[in-house]
């Protein structure tokens, strides 16, 4: 990217870099609205359809975009690696906008699965990401992803908050249509408003770059990290709505109320901690300690829902302590990913990385549905706790990442 003088201009982030962090960022915010937009009405909404009476259907209609993402991640991320991110960033698009039709039309809950699973297709997640990597300097790059993992925690507040609305206005099948709509538009989005992606270093013939990737104990701690936390996430909020209404005794339609204070107030907490992390390169301790707080969380929210007279301001407080954590790992984690995989690999490493985060995603809606039904919502934070403790152990062995202004290699 030396040879581009719009990017090496100044010390700043320069406008294409903006321009493509921004447009791209907005483009994954969507792929994860159609994911999002559902988690708050979508269980209520499900006891009218055919088989929704069924928490573990409920759950797998949940995840399925998740396992269906989890198997197209690395195809994708190799032939954007191979063939360009943009051809491969459209196909997707198009066939999350048919799984979403798809949805809209459904009649029973097995059509929403099905949907679901066409929408989670176009795996183009790793391929957006390393988009980003390829049209961004290696100093601002960690800029860039937390506009990634900012978009997602935007995505994922105001979904919380507009979905009854669109609900009451539109109902299930009008939310299912709008995101296939908003997909299409994304098509120009990317063809014309996304800037053109510099060279990529072709990958060795045969299946090199995967095995490089797989073979890095570094990417792996990551990768398990990301299944880990999208894991927990979905888990936690098939139960949450149903905590919310019996501890705080706010309907489904108000909860907005209590999301989006709390997630304006942990992007405000998030923010700084990110900074001080790439400036003093204490980036280790702020990941590991954002680890410690998720864990924290899930142990909280196990004990609190396991107490039928627990205070509600508790489960706000707790709910806060999650957004922070959610988003400092969320912003972290891609652009940890971007730097240390090989630099012919990233859409392979990205790919890996999503599939991970997708079968997270899978894993926590069925398998939360499922404890939920037949152990009881507390199971579901005992889930979530194991998980994140075993990551805890493996992030505090990881390596850490020199100061910008240090070479770039990675050191112990």
Request: with cysteine; charged share 10%.
């Amino acid at each position: 990217m030396s040879s581009n003088p719009t990017i090496d201009a100044d010390n700043g982030m320069s406008r294409t870099e903006i321009r493509a962090s921004a447009s791209l960022a907005s483009i994954f915010a969507l792929r994860m609205l159609g994911l999002f937009l559902i988690l708050p009405v979508f269980a209520e909404h499900a006891r009218t359809m055919p088989g929704g009476d069924s928490a573990t259907m409920v759950g797998l209609a949940m995840g399925m975009y998740g396992l269906t993402q989890s198997f197209g991640q690395i195809p994708f991320g190799i032939a954007s690696d191979r063939y360009g991110r943009k051809r491969v960033i459209v196909i997707g698009l198009i066939l999350f906008a048919l799984g979403s039709f798809i949805a809209a039309a459904a009649s029973d809950i097995v059509w929403v699965i099905v949907g679901r699973a066409i929408q989670g297709a176009g795996a183009i997640s790793a391929a957006v990401t390393a988009f980003i990597a390829d049209s961004t300097r290696e100093e601002h790059r960690t800029k860039a992803m937390a506009m990634v993992g900012g978009s997602i925690g935007v995505t994922f507040a105001g979904s919380l908050v507009i979905s009854p609305l669109l609900y009451h206005a539109i109902g299930m099948g009008g939310i299912f249509a709008l995101t296939g709509i908003l997909s299409l538009l994304a098509i120009f989005v990317v063809l014309r408003v996304v800037p053109a992606a510099p060279a990529l270093a072709l990958p060795a013939p045969g299946r090199t770059s995967i095995r490089e990737v797989l073979a890095n104990g570094e990417l792996m701690r990551l990768n398990y990290g990301v299944f880990a936390l999208h894991l927990t996430q979905m888990a936690m909020f098939v139960v949450m709505p149903a905590a919310l209404i019996r501890l705080a005794h706010v309907p489904l339609t108000a909860h907005w109320k209590i999301y989006l204070p709390v997630v304006i107030a942990s992007f405000l907490l998030m923010l700084p901690a990110i900074f001080i992390g790439e400036k003093r390169g204490k980036s280790k301790q702020i990941f590991v300690g954002a680890i410690a707080l998720l864990l924290l969380v899930q142990i909280g929210m196990g004990m609190l829902l396991s107490n039928e007279h627990a205070n509600w301001m508790l489960l706000v407080a707790l709910l806060l302590a999650f957004f922070v954590a959610f988003n400092i790992l969320e912003a972290s984690q891609p652009s940890l990913v971007s730097r240390i995989a090989p630099p012919s690999a990233k859409g392979a490493a990205l790919g890996v990385y999503n599939t991970f985060q997708a079968f997270g995603l899978f894993c926590g809606g069925a398998v939360g549905g499922l404890l939920a039904q037949h152990a009881g919502p507390t199971s579901v934070f005992v889930l979530g706790a194991a998980l994140t403790a075993g990551w805890l152990i493996i992030a505090a062995n990881m390596k850490n990442l020199p100061r910008r202004s240090q070479p770039h290699a990675v050191v112990a």
